[in-house]
Antibody
Framework: QVQLVESGGGVVQPGRSLRLSCAAS????????MHWVRQAPGKGLEWMTM????????DYADSVKGRFTISRDNSQNTLYLQLNSLRAEDTAIYYC??????????????WGQGTLVSVSS | QSVLTQPPSVSGAPGQRITFSCTGS?????????VHWYQQLPGTAPKLLIY???DRPSGVPDRFSGSKSGTSASLVITGLQAEDEADYYC???????????FGHGTKVTVL
């Protein structure tokens, strides 16, 4: 079945970097655009970034533009999120999600279990 | 601050019908863009509940339904059950922000 598994989270000091991964299985990864969404403790969902199926198009929320970079390796069925210059307010669970088949915009139809990033000195 | 406004909480007794809204603007819902709804059970990842305003993914009970009119959308739960206690988020796209947007979320409590 469709599965997304995030990894790479942890505790990191302010100003440092971290790279998150999302391993996809159960579907043709190279045929789907992908998203990263985060959720701060006790807060709502915040969309951060999306990458097209071929990696040629990327969109970012203003809150992370210039600091975070999305990428993908279709040969490895893996999505990445590079987090640079981390701040305390970046502390959150980070979810990867698949862009669905129908709708404008398309829904996020499959989500991973999330990986926790904690930014603290 | 989200551009999609939802009530923070809604409650109902088992078996009741509840409804709650997601209010946007002419740069998102009112621009004819679709609204999707997600259910997030405590301690779990979000799950797609309603897509394209009123369609249900396979496996979602038909007591969940959605609608859209103008700059707003609504989610209805009929025959409320204890297992429906969760946070519910609406989502669309905002043309002015060039970004996907989520509502603040509505916490549903079953009394």
């Amino acid at each position: 079945q469709v599965q997304l598994v995030e990894s790479g989270g942890g505790v990191v000091q302010p100003g440092r970097s971290l790279r998150l991964s999302c391993a996809a299985s159960g579907f043709t990864f190279s045929g789907y655009s992908m998203h990263w969404v985060r959720q701060a403790p006790g807060k709502g969902l915040e969309w951060m970034t999306m990458i097209s199926y071929d990696g040629n198009n990327k969109d970012y929320a203003d809150s992370v533009k210039g600091r975070f970079t999305i990428s993908r390796d279709n040969s490895q069925n893996t999505l990445y999120l590079q987090l640079n210059s981390l701040r305390a307010e970046d502390t959150a669970i980070y979810y990867c999600a698949r862009d669905g088949d129908y709708g404008d915009p398309r829904p996020l139809d499959c989500w991973g279990q999330g990986t926790l990033v904690s930014v603290s000195s | 601050q989200s551009v999609l406004t939802q009530p923070p909480s809604v409650s109902g007794a088992p078996g009741q019908r509840i409804t709650f809204s997601c209010t946007g603007s002419n740069s998102n819902i009112g621009a004819g863009l679709d609204v999707h709804w997600y259910q997030q059970l405590p301690g779990t990842a979000p799950k797609l509940l309603i897509y394209r305003n009123n369609d249900r993914p396979s496996g979602v009970p038909d007591r969940f339904s959605g609608s859209k009119s103008g700059t707003s959308a609504s989610l209805v739960i009929t025959g409320l059950q204890a297992e429906d206690e969760a946070d519910y988020y609406c989502q669309s796209y905002d043309i002015s922000l060039s970004a996907y947007v989520f509502g603040h979320g509505t916490k549903v409590t079953v009394l």
